[in-house]
């Protein structure tokens, strides 16, 4: 059974970082392409970044790009995202994807 669990999300004030993890079970991890999606408050889920099993950054978001890094830890099937220079467009829920599996979501709010 395919899990994804998101963890460190929070209250950040603008300017601020946080990381999030998505741990993964169930599947094969290593070659896995993984992404993050978000979906902010009254809008529609978007995609943030995906990453491929060898850590090759296949995309990433125009509105992210330069603040958010994607990576991941096969030895410890985990993923991640790096997000510094937070603004309060950022506040949505943010959920890990593996085809046709989603984490639960986490929430992340910017705010002073």
């Not at 395919?2 to 993964?24: D, F, I, N, R, Y």
Request: one cysteine or more; a neutral charge; proline letters at 4%.
């Amino acid at each position: 059974q395919v899990q994804l669990v998101e963890s460190g999300g929070g209250l950040v004030q603008p300017g601020g970082s946080l990381k999030l993890s998505c741990v993964a079970s169930g599947f094969d991890f290593t070659w896995a392409i993984m992404t993050w999606y978000r979906q902010p408050p009254g809008k529609e889920r978007e995609l943030i970044a995906t990453i491929l099993g060898g850590g090759v950054v296949a995309n990433i978001a125009d509105s992210v790009k330069g603040r958010f890094t994607v990576s991941r830890d096969n030895s410890k099937n985990t993923l991640y995202l790096q997000m510094d220079n937070l603004i309060p467009d950022d506040t949505a829920v943010y959920y890990c994807n593996h085809r046709f599996d989603w984490g639960q979501g986490i929430q992340v709010t910017v705010a002073s």
